[in-house]
């Protein structure tokens, strides 16, 4: 189910968790198969300030699994309400940007060498359906890919249903 591909032997990856199912399911599969996929697992979570006291509790529902796992968390708190009120965003698009402006972040500061996003087969079929109706061309109707931002980004279970996840 995993995609093994995009691991290489002696990194470090940091999963995308936000302690929703999809990416509880990740970082599951991940610490499972670490030692098999000859990488080094850690955790980013993005608290974006949206969803008030629901929101906090998802992030200290992570630190918590991050702690009793042994994996090493770095966390970020945004205030995504401003962020895109300042830049003309929707809440989405500017939580969005955000979000990945952090695992730009945990990258670049040599937390980890790449991240992987729980982003699922649904995820993509969504993505498409969105550029089809938007008025893409045919070119542009496309859904996510695996990678992103020369690999940095990664996402292991593009190719799983969202039905498998919830199993």
Same mark, same amino acid.
């Given at each position: 189910?995993?995609? %093994? @591909?995009?691991?290489?032997?002696?990194?470090?990856?940091?999963?995308?968790?936000?302690?929703? %199912?999809?990416?509880?399911?990740?970082?599951?599969?991940?610490?499972?198969?670490?030692?098999?996929?000859?990488?080094?697992? %850690?955790?980013?979570?993005?608290?974006?300030?949206?969803?008030?006291?629901?929101?906090?509790?998802?992030?200290?529902?992570?630190?918590?699994?991050?702690?009793?796992?042994?994996?090493?968390? @770095?966390?970020?708190?945004?205030?995504?309400?401003?962020?895109?009120?300042?830049?003309?965003?929707?809440?989405?698009?500017?939580?969005? =940007?955000?979000?990945?402006?952090?695992?730009?972040?945990?990258?670049?500061?040599?937390?980890?060498?790449?991240?992987?996003?729980?982003?699922?087969?649904?995820?993509?079929?969504?993505?498409?359906?969105?550029?089809?109706?938007?008025?893409?061309?045919?070119?542009?109707?496309?859904?996510?890919?695996?990678? &992103?931002?020369?690999? &940095?980004?990664?996402?292991?279970?593009? @190719?799983?249903? @969202?039905?498998? =996840?919830?199993?």
């Amino acid at each position: 189910m995993l995609n %093994k @591909k995009l691991f290489r032997s002696g990194e470090v990856v940091a999963v995308a968790f936000s302690g929703g %199912k999809d990416s509880a399911c990740l970082f599951d599969m991940l610490l499972k198969n670490k030692s098999s996929l000859g990488i080094t697992l %850690k955790a980013v979570n993005v608290e974006h300030g949206i969803r008030g006291e629901t929101s906090v509790r998802d992030s200290e529902f992570v630190r918590a699994v991050c702690d009793r796992a042994g994996v090493p968390l @770095k966390a970020y708190k945004l205030d995504c309400k401003a962020f895109s009120a300042a830049h003309g965003y929707s809440e989405e698009e500017g939580a969005r =940007i955000a979000r990945y402006e952090c695992f730009k972040d945990a990258v670049q500061s040599g937390f980890c060498d790449k991240i992987a996003t729980a982003h699922h087969l649904s995820d993509s079929f969504e993505t498409t359906l969105f550029n089809l109706f938007r008025g893409a061309s045919a070119a542009g109707v496309t859904g996510i890919s695996e990678t &992103r931002d020369n690999g &940095r980004i990664i996402r292991p279970l593009e @190719k799983i249903s @969202k039905r498998d =996840i919830d199993e």
